[in-house]
């Protein structure tokens, strides 16, 4: 094999695989792709087979490349090749891989010449090649052949185009020695993609086809059209040496000899042919290795600090120590009853940021869930009336009443106070239900352990459930308590006088005036509530649904562009207005509902309707009670019933019960709004706490072994191991890395040269050079050795007395050493390179 270049590099590629495999991750190097561009014949493939030291390309005239051929270099411990379109079947012998892709080939594109931009992926194994992914692309031609289209320029220029402006592509602009350089498509790619010249290097090849007397010593010395990685000659096999099997091996000896013993070369030999092709890629390939180290090594330093404390407690680990069994289980269960406690009460750290939950949620329910629930159960005004008048009937009886019965309106308080049970009884439930949540939540930590976890589980569950019944019991004992006696002689009832004046006083239909009386009880000024809203029936054409800032008062609604509430948009007055649910469409991802005028009226600008849109459905519940302290109702299924003509006396009547109920019930809904917290937070949520506290680990401790219920998952089992295995080898692969960076060097990218003779968009000549580079006529000979150098020679010290001392270095003045004046003659501005 002749890649010893290459074969330096994978040991220590290996070296990081290995390190990346033992924590069982991959080592994603992502080493750069080599793509060779040239023109038709200008040797690519033999530049390409160079680096896998075999044969397996197809040959010959004109053009052979059809299409791109992507291949995939891996390094394994047996040589063998396989085609993506044959997956499954192992070339070992190079001559049928070279047939396969020439049928391949022709499948796609015919026999006569056409050519395809989609590729052939091949992949080959060996022992000497690194992990690297290698391009073959059509070369550049003018005139089409065959079947070729007559763009066929522009095909093999986008073709080539797709890969070489990947930036982890290394370019190979390849060009014959016997061509005029200044004329290289493939150098006018590079500089295209690669106008720096990080990843372009110029490679020469034919130099030993050139004409007899000629040269092309000052493209080597990177003196004409300089680049900035320069130029390295290679002499590939001919032909005939192909047909006569001429191994890799011998041709890169008789490459070496050809530098060595060419006298404008042999001061470049150590600097030219297909060995230094490889050293330069070697170094660019261990430089792109060493800029990802710092990556990797930042990458595994954080895995290995996060691992530190865990690796630290399971160090000398025991699972099967009693102590250590009994000392976890109290830790354990303490860790329980704070966690809980930090849940309810609140804290600042493990702060849940997507939801409410715990505490906050409990309180949610308290103060904003329980208040709705309770205005729900408010009835229909004329059904209110309607069994009001029944009740003043039935109590007169045969006779006619004169007087407004205290019975009627004993008769319907109680039964509007049997209404709370249901929504009491619902908030014990949310509530219990919030419990157990936050007990799943606090037992994720006992995962460890799965009988303790679910042994803990069990007993606290048990324990609010048992909890639920006596709070249940207390919360109907409380509206119990609130039938047994109707005091009249509260301090905030109204009395039968007021309300008979009020009743008097009042104008508006029966229809609404349920909702005075409820408005009443709230200063029109007072806010109710304020938040953002979206409206969500605003046309396309004027702009789509927007969010506002919405406040919400006694008397109206108003919404404002910023919560600043600087900037009013609009302000709905609350008249006549009632609420219902919208249906939450396909598409939205909000939840809706709308407000609307009773009497069929315009709400808002052209729209009978206003549609409000939330993120939540408990936003929606919650706004919705809020309007029903405003006086807004949910709009309700009408109940048919006999209406008759109600006596002016009788009418009154009712209106004067009806003014008495509401002033009670605000009462009662105003010390049941107040007890019940109150009594849900005694009778469960603090007696919970202090059964965690002072219970829960007597009651482990009674359901069985505590042995038992320390035994560790098999999950935590493989944990422990996985966590120190890894925490091991992090270790190492740090190490590794650190001696990868101390036994390599970065080779530094060369300074920048003046390459504007590739840029534009026409093509210019090269600038002077002090040199005056030119190509030998073959009627001229070299100067004999010895003779003085003509004066666009260098010096007697060689060409690099005046430029760098590689075909790397750039072009720059050429100064003699202080020692040795300058005998060259200013250079010539005018002069061009001839043609």
């Not at 509206?479 to 006696?485: A, G, K, N, R, V």
């Not at 002090?770 to 003509?790: I, L």
């Amino acid at each position: 094999m002749g890649n010893r270049g290459m074969e330096d590099l994978i040991p220590l590629v290996n070296k990081l695989q290995d390190a990346f495999s033992s924590i069982g991750q991959a080592c994603n190097l992502d080493l750069p792709q080599i793509a060779v561009v040239g023109g038709q014949s200008a040797g690519k493939s033999s530049v390409l087979e160079n680096f896998v030291g075999r044969d397996f390309l197809p040959r010959g005239s004109g053009i052979v490349t059809r299409r791109p051929l992507v291949l995939q270099l891996i390094n394994s411990a047996a040589e063998w090749a396989e085609f993506l379109h044959c997956k499954g079947k192992k070339f070992t012998d190079f001559d049928e891989v070279r047939q396969e892709i020439e049928a391949e080939t022709d499948r796609a594109t015919g026999a006569n010449k056409g050519i395809s931009p989609v590729p052939i992926n091949l992949r080959v194994f060996s022992p000497h090649v690194l992990n690297l992914t290698l391009i073959d692309l059509p070369g550049i031609t003018k005139v089409p052949v065959g079947d070729q289209p007559a763009d066929i320029e522009q095909q093999i220029r986008d073709m080539i185009m797709q890969f070489i402006t990947r930036e982890s592509c290394l370019i190979l602009a390849v060009t014959p020695a016997n061509t005029d350089l200044a004329n290289s498509d493939a150098l006018k790619l590079a500089k295209d993609v690669d106008p720096q010249g990080m990843r372009t290097i110029g490679v020469i090849t034919k130099l030993d086809l050139m004409d007899e007397g000629t040269d092309a010593r000052d493209v080597l010395e990177n003196k004409l059209l300089p680049l900035r990685r320069g130029y390295i000659g290679v002499v590939n096999r001919s032909q005939k040496d192909i047909d006569g099997k001429k191994d890799i091996k011998a041709a890169l000896e008789a490459e070496r000899k050809f530098f060595l013993s060419h006298p404008s070369y042999r001061h470049l030999a150590e600097k030219m042919g297909t060995p230094r092709l490889q050293k330069v890629l070697n170094e660019q390939l261990t430089n792109h290795i060493r800029d990802t180290l710092p990556g990797f090594r930042s990458k595994l330093q954080s895995q290995l600090l996060a691992l530190d404390k865990e690796a630290e407690e399971y160090r000398g680990y025991r699972p099967d120590d009693p102590s250590r069994k009994t000392k976890q289980l109290l830790q354990m269960v303490q860790q329980f009853s704070v966690d809980f406690e930090k849940r309810i009460e609140g804290s600042g750290d493990q702060v849940d940021t997507v939801e409410l939950s715990g505490g906050a949620k409990i309180n949610r329910i308290f103060h904003e869930r329980f208040p709705f629930e309770l205005v729900k159960m408010e009835c229909d005004e004329k059904e209110m009336r309607r069994e009001i008048s029944y009740a003043i009937k039935n109590i007169h009886g045969i006779r006619t009443g004169l007087f407004t019965p205290d019975m009627a309106f004993e008769a319907i308080v109680k039964k509007q106070v049997i209404k709370l049970k249901e929504p009491c009884v619902k908030s014990v439930d949310m509530v219990i239900q919030e419990l157990i949540n936050t007990v799943r939540q606090c037992s994720n930590k006992l995962e460890c352990f799965p009988r303790l976890r679910e042994e803990t589980e069990r007993i606290v569950t048990s324990h609010i459930r048992d909890r639920e019944n006596r709070a249940k019991d207390q919360v109907l004992l409380l509206i119990d308590i609130q039938l047994s006696y109707i005091n009249t002689n509260h301090e905030d009832f109204i009395g039968f006088a007021n309300a008979q004046q009020r009743s008097s006083q009042t104008n508006k239909s029966q229809s609404s005036a349920g909702n005075q009386v409820t408005s009443n009880h709230l200063t029109l000024a007072q806010v109710i509530r304020k938040g953002w809203l979206t409206i969500n029936n605003i046309s396309i054409m004027k702009g789509g649904a927007k969010e506002y800032w919405f406040v919400l008062t006694a008397e109206s609604l108003s919404w404002f562009k910023d919560d600043e509430e600087k900037e009013k948009k609009y302000m709905l007055p609350l008249d006549n207005l009632k609420v219902r649910d919208v249906e939450k469409s396909f598409m939205s991802s909000k939840h809706i509902f709308c407000i609307f005028n009773t009497e069929s009226r315009n709400v808002y600008k052209d729209n009978r309707t206003l549609e409000l849109a939330c993120d939540s459905q408990d936003d929606v519940d919650s706004w919705k009670s809020s309007l029903l302290r405003a006086g807004v109702y949910p709009e309700k299924t009408v109940t048919f019933f006999l209406v008759t003509v109600m006596h002016p006396r009788l009418q009154r009547k009712v209106e004067t019960i009806r003014n008495l109920v509401d002033s009670y019930m605000a009462i009662v809904n105003k010390c049941i709004r107040d007890l019940m917290p109150k009594t849900i937070m005694h009778l469960m949520i603090n007696n919970v706490k202090e059964f965690i506290n002072a219970e829960l680990l007597a009651q482990l401790y009674s359901a069985g072994d505590q042995n038992s219920l320390m035994d560790e998952s098999q999950e935590q089992a493989q944990r422990r191991d996985e966590v120190l295995r890894t925490h091991q080898a992090l270790k190492e692969a740090l190490a590794i890395i650190g001696d990868i960076s101390t036994t390599t060097v970065t080779v530094p990218v060369p300074p920048p040269v003046d390459t504007s003779w590739v840029g534009g968009s026409g093509r210019r000549s090269p600038p002077p050079s002090p040199t005056a580079p030119r190509r030998m006529s073959s009627g001229q000979r070299p100067a004999p050795r010895g003779a003085p150098p003509p004066p666009n020679r260098p010096g007697p010290l060689g060409p690099f007395n005046n430029t760098a001392d590689s075909p790397q270095a750039p072009s720059r003045p050429n100064r003699a050493p202080p020692s040795i004046p300058s005998r060259r003659p200013p250079p010539s501005p005018t002069r061009q390179v001839p043609p």
